[in-house]
């Protein structure tokens, strides 16, 4: 699979297993400079692995899969975005770090379980729970702080007893670029410029006007 696509790779951190309750968003700087899909053996029964979930078996022919990847999170203003988390060039990755732990894998104190996460790549998606992460920094700025590091990660898909209700559709999810507003996207999704203010509530922004360079926006199906 060519990891040369202008698509962003989003992961999506939640609660539950139904992807409904989100943790939060990490979107990866550039695409992965790794990416690897290995296929496992799908359940013949309802039967839980050892995190607790509840795994079904699937359609026929189709088996589980594990993603492995790596990347990089940089704060030195060699990428024009800055790592999900950051607000200034050469500040410490960590914040990026911990946004990235928080919606992979740190343990919930109520449920006792790491979260559920759904990594999106163009056309590809998968939906399962981190199994590794490991981070290696490689440079500093002057105060000492980490401004740059190397991650690799795996992936494990699950299946759930209920398939998620969300399906969002990637060709209605647009990455944002200079000049681009949400009167002009509404008028491009639904015809309607007047749903700008929905579509904000819906994506959580703080204002309609100022929109992040290179943050990808959901355009949902609406009733009118």
């Known amino acids: 699979m060519s990891t040369n696509s202008a698509k962003i790779f989003s992961i999506e951190g939640y609660e539950d297993s139904d992807f409904k309750k989100k943790i939060g968003l990490f979107q990866l700087q550039v695409a992965p400079d790794k990416f690897d899909i290995s296929f496992g053996q799908n359940p013949s029964e309802t039967s839980k692995n050892v995190n607790g979930d509840v795994l079904v078996a699937g359609s026929p022919g189709k088996e589980?899969?594990?993603?492995?990847?790596?990347?990089l999170i940089d704060n030195s203003g060699v990428f024009p975005?800055?790592?999900?988390?950051?607000?200034k060039?050469?500040?410490?990755?960590?914040?990026?770090?911990?946004?990235?732990?928080?919606?992979?894998?740190?343990?919930?104190?109520?449920?006792?379980?790491?979260?559920?996460?759904?990594?999106?790549?163009?056309?590809?998606?998968?939906?399962g729970r981190v199994s590794n992460v490991s981070y290696n920094y490689s440079f500093f700025n002057e105060n000492g702080e980490p401004i740059r590091a190397s991650v690799s990660m795996?992936?494990?898909?699950?299946?759930?007893?209920?398939?998620?209700?969300?399906?969002p559709d990637i060709s209605r999810m647009p990455s944002v670029k200079d000049g681009d507003n949400l009167v002009k996207f509404c008028e491009d999704f639904y015809d309607d410029k007047n749903f700008y203010l929905k579509i904000a509530e819906l994506n959580n922004l703080s204002s309609f006007r100022a929109l992040e360079r290179g943050k990808r926006l959901e355009f949902p199906p609406i009733k009118k």
Request: proline share 6%; with cysteine.
């Open 81 to 87: 975005q800055l790592p999900s988390g950051c607000n």
């Open 64 to 71: 589980l899969r594990d993603l492995s990847f790596s990347f």
């Open 89 to 127: 060039i050469g500040s410490s990755i960590m914040p990026a770090v911990n946004l990235l732990n928080k919606i992979t894998v740190l343990v919930d104190d109520d449920s006792h379980t790491k979260p559920f996460v759904w990594a999106i790549w163009s056309d590809l998606q998968i939906q």
């Open 154 to 167: 795996q992936i494990t898909e699950i299946a759930t007893e209920k398939p998620t209700q969300r399906s």
